[in-house]
Nanobody, 122 residues
Framework: QVQLVESGGGLVQPGGSLRLSCAAS????????MGWYRQAPGEQRELVAG???????NYADSVKGRFTISRDNDQSMVYLQMNSLKPEDTAVYYC????????????????WGQGTQVTVSS
């Protein structure tokens, strides 16, 4: 079992930055791939970024160059640094985890957090 708890969301102006954190517990963190998804009102949940156990990364085209995913295996944490935020980045952001990186990227990961709201507005 893996438990995931997100934090760091909030209200930010366009062009601003936020860093989301996801704390994992319950298993050997370094064995697991991790990812960030988001879901805006009326939209489907979409992949933002993923990071494998070996620290390979993938990003949605819409966030490339603006967002960075990273992990700290010693602290069992995964982060999403979000810069140059746009109103269209407004969504609930979810952390997910699975032993298979393909599952994280495909959105079929076994474990999900409860989400944290990010609102980009002036």
């Amino acid at each position: 079992q893996v438990q995931l708890v997100e934090s760091g969301g909030g209200l930010v102006q366009p062009g601003g930055s936020l860093r989301l954190s996801c704390a994992a517990s319950g298993s050997i963190f370094s064995f697991y791939a991790m990812g960030w998804y988001r879901q805006a009102p009326g939209e489907q949940r979409e992949l933002v970024a993923g990071i494998s156990a070996g620290a390979n990364t993938n990003y949605a085209d819409s966030v490339k160059g603006r967002f960075t995913i990273s992990r700290d295996n010693d602290q069992s944490m995964v982060y999403l640094q979000m810069n140059s935020l746009k109103p269209e980045d407004t969504a609930v952001y979810y952390c997910n985890s699975d032993r298979l990186y393909s599952s994280v990227v495909a959105g079929t990961a076994r474990y999900w957090g409860q989400g944290t709201q990010v609102t980009v507005s002036s």
